[in-house]
């Protein structure tokens, strides 16, 4: 048991994106000790400091937790007691307020709701039972805020340092309905192996958030630099000597240097969209943002980095519809874009095949619940060869020979 108030040494966890373990432990890496990648996240050790910075550097974590328990439980009974035989009482007052979320993989608790009420209830009546008076659930602004993971018979319960999610930076006033969250743009980014001295582009730009991450990373901005809230700073022992040391040492790593960002989109709301999210954090200047057909991308710049995040159908129907954009992006990408690393991330496989190229590497992630792939095409000139084979063999599988009132299709081996 970690009561986190007087700890020296905090075990934490960081959530983030699945696929993203490997960025992320090395993003946190030089600010902490014992980092190890887990499933959906880095555990790492530190102090209050520690703590502090990873709350504000991370560029693709969501949470930053603080173990206060694990132990095993598989009944109710055992739940309940083991949660209640923590002291609760030495940091969280009867005026406090607090939350519990809880996510389950079990075949001994199999509601998640259940699992929050329970534990909720050995809380209150802890605190109750040593106080007399019981502190208040707040589901939007609580004090403390605690997760509760159970995989089959072992539960871990953690505090939550963040509040909402790390990757509400703060500048995305209005996204595209088909945005990525920053953290998962800054890890896209991270994984593609861009430099800040190489041009970067991203030809489908939307509310602009890969050009925006790209020119945070290019300047050493960190994640949550231009976040106001965390949850930490309503805790008892928040120190703002510390906080603001932690902050001020960050800004002075923020460089200036000339970076070549480019983005653009074939419409003009979503073009205006980016550019008041960049210039929300004065960063606009150093994005050049532009209205412009998917068909006519041409990088200014050989020697850069395309990252894209085209649509991948979501919604019954939507999918044909987007075959011919597929089918462009190939297109566009051998006769425009030579001698720069192309990444496509999608959630179709289907539709990526459509590209007709073949990728050097796949990178395995989740946008949600939704299972995707970061899809690099290194785009030199030896490759056209391939492209024309693909044109020509997707051409052949589809000649339809009548003989005999038989159809036969044209089949490529």
């Not at 602009?208 to 809230?229: C, D, F, H, V, W």
Request: glycine letters at 8%; one cysteine or more; proline letters at 4%.
């Amino acid at each position: 048991m970690i009561n986190p108030f007087t700890s020296s040494t905090l075990e934490c966890y960081l959530t983030c994106p699945r696929g993203l373990e490997e960025v992320t432990a090395k993003d946190i890496s030089p600010h902490c000790k014992n980092v190890k990648t887990g499933s959906g996240g880095v555990s790492f050790t530190g102090d209050l400091q520690t703590l502090y910075t990873v709350n504000l550097y991370s560029r693709t974590g969501m949470f930053a937790l603080v173990k206060l328990l694990e132990f095993s439980a598989d009944n109710e009974k055992d739940l309940y007691y083991q949660i209640a035989d923590y002291p609760w009482y030495e940091w969280i007052n009867h005026d406090d307020t607090f939350s519990i979320r809880s996510r389950v993989f079990s075949k001994h608790f199999t509601d998640s709701n259940f699992v929050t009420l329970k534990v909720k209830d050995a809380i209150v009546d802890r605190i109750r039972q040593k106080t007399k008076r019981r502190p208040d659930v707040d589901k939007d602004n609580p004090r403390y805020s605690l997760f509760v993971f159970i995989h089959e018979d072992k539960v871990s319960v953690f505090l939550n340092s963040s509040g909402s999610s790390l990757s509400k930076r703060g500048y995305r006033q209005k996204i595209h309905k088909a945005a990525i969250n920053e953290a998962l743009g800054a890890g896209l980014i991270l994984l593609s192996g861009w430099e800040p001295s190489q041009p970067f582009y991203d030809p489908m730009c939307g509310s602009g958030t890969l050009p925006i991450e790209a020119a945070m990373i290019g300047r050493n901005i960190p994640g949550g630099n231009y976040r106001k809230s965390y949850t930490f700073k309503g805790w008892k022992d928040f120190d703002p000597r510390l906080w603001n040391s932690v902050v001020r040492e960050s800004r002075e790593k923020i460089r200036n240097d000339k970076l070549h960002i480019f983005g653009s989109d074939n419409m003009g709301a979503n073009v205006d969209m980016a550019k008041r999210n960049a210039r929300q954090i004065l960063i606009h200047t150093h994005i050049k943002f532009a209205k412009k057909e998917f068909e006519d991308f041409t990088p200014e710049f050989s020697g850069g980095t395309i990252l894209m995040n085209p649509p991948y159908g979501e919604r019954i129907g939507e999918e044909k519809e987007l075959e011919s954009l597929y089918q462009l992006i190939g297109s566009v990408l051998k006769q425009n874009c030579v001698n720069n690393d192309a990444f496509i991330f999608s959630g179709n496989k289907e539709l990526t095949n459509l590209i007709g190229l073949k990728s050097q590497r796949n990178y395995v992630l989740k946008n949600g619940k939704i299972d995707c792939r970061l899809l690099h095409y290194p785009i030199r000139e030896g490759n056209y060869v391939g492209y024309l084979l693909y044109i020509f063999k997707s051409a052949i599988n589809e000649i339809i020979i009548t003989h005999n009132t038989r159809i036969i299709v044209g089949v490529w081996y």
